[in-house]
């Protein structure tokens, strides 16, 4: 039973990241490879930044002996990482699960089915909470390269990883009993997930200032943590390669995932059978207005997006971002002039000209975390038929989803360009040129996002989750988006050099012009038949 | 109203459906037999227009699903055999949807809906989630979209599943007056004494190619329809 269970699992997660195009088809061996080498790229790309955070504490922390406190602020890190990249999906994973009645009416004891759901929970955390521990270990394997040191740190990413699952679980679980009682758990979900988000960019935005004092407060930090903080002392001693620590943390962690199993076992069937909406909405006649067919397109594209907190959380959140940028650049105008000015004062004259570029690329790769087309066509699921069997053309259906993406994201990102602008007093022309980039920017990742979802498209999931957060157009789309923002600027920087900054960017606007028709023209052509198809 | 002919639609090396033509008139119930796996549903997605068919044709009141499938579908209405509608909308979201899809003015929408939720007694629920719903409401509330836009041909695939003895009884007698008015309905089903009672005519399917159509009387002669298709599975 165990084995079915975890195959059925395993199946999901290989399915999310390698979905089947039609029954009968096999995978390309070398389209398989090309997503590993894309996974294997991104995470080098995010833990070299971890590298680079603590290269800046070991200096300061090993030379004093502070190896155990390295690790206790690294492992905590990580964990906070780990918690955070679980934090939108635990509860649907763990209890919305579409095949919650089917594995609910087989001879499985349900905390057996809660259990094996667990597992891919924990692979989440690991990956997350390894991104920033496995750089944390390579850096101090240069200052100690000891045995029990590698074995013991390595050995903790596996540990830590359920310190994650704690966590997570504990969080979905908390989520799960609030929204269990109220009518719309769309609104506690969201609250919950703003708030954990507020705490997330509260502690990233401090994070330089919060290593500097950790570094120059070292010696009174670690006596502070071994005096209050028992169990992080003991994870820092482990990874440097103690044994009694090693075994005590490893117990510590047994004993609250046990717990926690414990915990949730107990009212698993009940959160994942509770029948949610306890208040009956009663219909009356005389609601009805008619639309247009482009219209009642955009209409269902927008219901899915604001009936879904995991779709509106995950591929939304760039637009918050872009929002609170925005108000933030207007807010705090006079002292980023001063920062830019103080800055800027001995910089080459290529720089201060291609400011204005940069703050579009950088609000564009903002943008890039609103990948709201790329899991759109995967989110039509089991109901795709419904579209396939109306007089609807598939070009009206893609451009439906293109213009939610365009109605959510462009106004944010002109009111943030608009900001820039003010910031920079940028001129009248200069200003259209940035405007013009951004728009031509946001139009082509929602039609990014569209041609990846069509290429691959996933109909088989069991929650939300899979489409829209661990789906391969949704981690291309993002990353694509961030790529191509910095190709931008790089050509921008070269034209300016040669010519003029306002010559770059219109040279900028007229690439993403021109890949934009190139999208669209297959959107039109390929992308409608794929869809027809599918 | 719906001519195929020489349909043939195969999944890897497997044949759904075998050469299959038919001919389905105005006015007729026309019911669809055949064991699980026989190609009932590949055939009713071909006309649908949901799946790409390899060869043969298919034609809609005049129009061919293959060169015109925009035009076909505004002149049917298909009802799957697990109506997955839109969990994120509300019955009467959903309707709307529907309606705005094939141009019905306020009115005409406010009257019909008025009229099948009543009949389906699925008024009231209408404000609800359709995640809320259970299968025999989703059944209920498709089939309400499906007559909704006055279709001239409707597809089913096995419509009673689900559905209580009294909107099974409902459906009926909503198809016999739909092909009295001069529509036409083409359905799968598993409930022989059903289709002996309702349909006009009937085809029997195995394997993907079509065995005996015809008339009931055709078909079954003196013998119950049962027995025939028990004979002709055999």
Same mark, same amino acid.
């Given at each position: 039973m165990w084995k079915a269970l975890l195959k059925k699992q395993f199946l999901e997660l290989i399915n999310v990241y390698?979905?089947?195009?039609?029954?009968g088809k096999k995978r390309s061996a070398g389209a398989v490879a090309g997503f590993l080498i894309l996974f294997i790229l991104i995470f080098l790309s995010l833990g070299g930044s971890f590298y680079a955070a603590a290269t800046m504490l070991a200096s300061a922390m090993l030379p004093m002996g502070l190896g155990w406190l390295y690790f206790a602020l690294i492992g905590s890190l990580s964990v906070f990482l780990g918690v955070f990249g679980g934090v939108f999906s635990t509860y649907a994973s763990l209890?919305?699960?579409?095949d919650n009645d089917l594995l609910l009416s087989l001879p499985i004891p349900p905390r057996r089915i809660l259990l094996v759901r667990m597992t891919a929970v924990y692979a989440a955390g690991l990956v997350y909470s390894a991104v920033a521990w496995l750089p944390a270990v390579i850096c101090y394997l240069q200052f100690d390269a000891s045995v029990p040191a590698a074995v013991f740190s390595l050995l903790l990413t596996f540990v830590n990883a359920f310190l994650v699952l704690v966590l997570s679980c504990l969080l979905g679980w908390a989520v799960a009993a609030v929204s269990s009682r109220l009518r719309r758990k769309n609104i506690i979900t969201m609250i919950l997930s703003l708030g954990f988000l507020a705490v997330y960019f509260f502690a990233t935005s401090r994070m330089n200032r919060m290593l500097t004092g950790l570094t120059q407060n070292a010696g009174k930090l670690g006596e502070a943590v071994r005096g209050k903080l028992w169990p992080l002392y003991q994870l820092g001693l482990a990874a440097c390669g103690k044994a009694l620590p090693m075994l005590c943390w490893c117990c510590l962690v047994l004993a609250l995932s046990l717990l926690t199993y414990w915990l949730l076992s107990r009212s698993f069937i009940r959160l994942a059978t509770a029948n949610r909406g306890a208040k009956k909405a009663v219909y009356h006649a005389g609601q009805s207005k008619a639309s247009g067919l482009d219209a009642a397109l955009l209409r269902k594209e927008l219901r899915r997006f604001l009936g879904s907190p995991v779709y509106m959380l995950n591929c939304g959140i760039g637009v918050l971002m872009i929002l609170i940028c925005a108000v933030m650049l207007l807010i705090k105008a006079s002292s980023i002039r001063e920062t830019l000015a103080l800055l800027l004062r001995?910089?080459?004259p290529l720089v201060k000209s291609i400011l204005p570029a940069a703050g579009v690329m950088a609000a564009c790769a903002l943008s *890039?975390?609103?990948?709201? &087309?790329?899991p759109s066509v995967s989110l039509e *699921?089991?109901?795709?038929w419904v579209l396939q069997s109306l007089p609807v053309p598939a070009r009206s259906v893609l451009r439906a989803k293109e213009r939610l993406h365009l109605l959510l994201v462009v106004p944010p990102i002109v009111l943030c360009c608009l900001a820039l602008a003010f910031v920079l007093e940028a001129d009248a022309v200069s200003c259209l040129l940035m405007l013009v980039c951004v728009t031509l920017f946001s139009a082509l990742l929602a039609d990014l996002g569209l041609m990846m979802n069509l290429l691959k498209p996933n109909? &088989?999931? &069991?929650?939300?989750? =899979?489409? =829209?957060?661990?789906?391969l157009p949704v981690v291309v789309c993002i990353f694509g988006g961030w790529f191509l923002s910095l190709l931008c600027l790089g050509l921008c920087a070269l034209i300016s050099k040669a010519l003029d900054a306002r010559l770059g960017m219109a040279a900028e606007a007229v690439v993403l012009a021109a890949l934009l028709l190139l999208l669209k023209r297959w959107l039109k052509t390929k992308g409608c038949r794929i869809f027809e198809e599918l | 109203m719906l001519h195929i002919e020489h349909l043939t639609k195969t999944y890897g090396d497997k044949?759904?459906?075998?050469d299959l033509t038919l001919h389905i008139a105005s006015g007729e119930i026309y019911g669809f037999i055949g064991h699980n796996g026989a190609g009932k549903t590949t055939t009713l997605k071909s006309i649908a227009g949901i799946l790409r068919f390899d060869s043969g044709e298919i034609v809609i009141d005049g129009h061919s699903v293959r060169e015109a499938p925009i035009e076909c579908k505004k002149r049917i209405a298909y009802i799957p055999?697990?109506? $997955? +509608?839109? $969990? !994120?909308?509300t019955g009467i979201q959903f309707l709307n949807f529907i309606a705005d899809i094939f141009g019905l003015s306020a009115e005409v929408r406010e009257a019909r809906i008025a009229e099948y939720a009543g009949a389906f007694e699925l008024t009231e629920d209408l404000?609800?989630?359709?995640?809320?719903?259970?299968h025999g409401m989703k059944q209920k509330l498709a089939m309400i979209a499906a007559w909704l836009h006055e279709p001239k041909l409707i597809l089913m695939d096995?419509? !009673?599943?689900? +559905?209580?003895p009294k909107a099974s009884h409902l459906l009926k007698t909503m198809m016999r007056s739909f092909c009295d008015a001069g529509g036409a309905i083409f359905f799968s089903t598993h409930v022989l004494e059903v289709a002996e009672k309702l349909c006009d005519k009937v085809a029997i399917i195995k394997n993907g190619r079509l065995v005996k159509a015809g008339t009931m009387e055709e078909v079954k002669g003196d013998e119950s329809l049962e027995s025939v298709f028990l004979e002709l599975e055999d």
């Open positions: 390698f979905p089947k195009k039609k029954a209890y919305l699960a579409k001995s910089a080459p *890039g975390l609103a990948p709201i &087309t790329a *699921g089991r109901s795709l109909f &088989t999931w &069991t929650n939300e989750n =899979v489409p =829209v957060k661990q789906g | 044949r759904a459906v075998d055999d697990n109506p $997955d +509608l839109y $969990d !994120f909308m404000a609800q989630p359709v995640a809320a719903y259970s096995e419509p !009673f599943v689900g +559905l209580d």
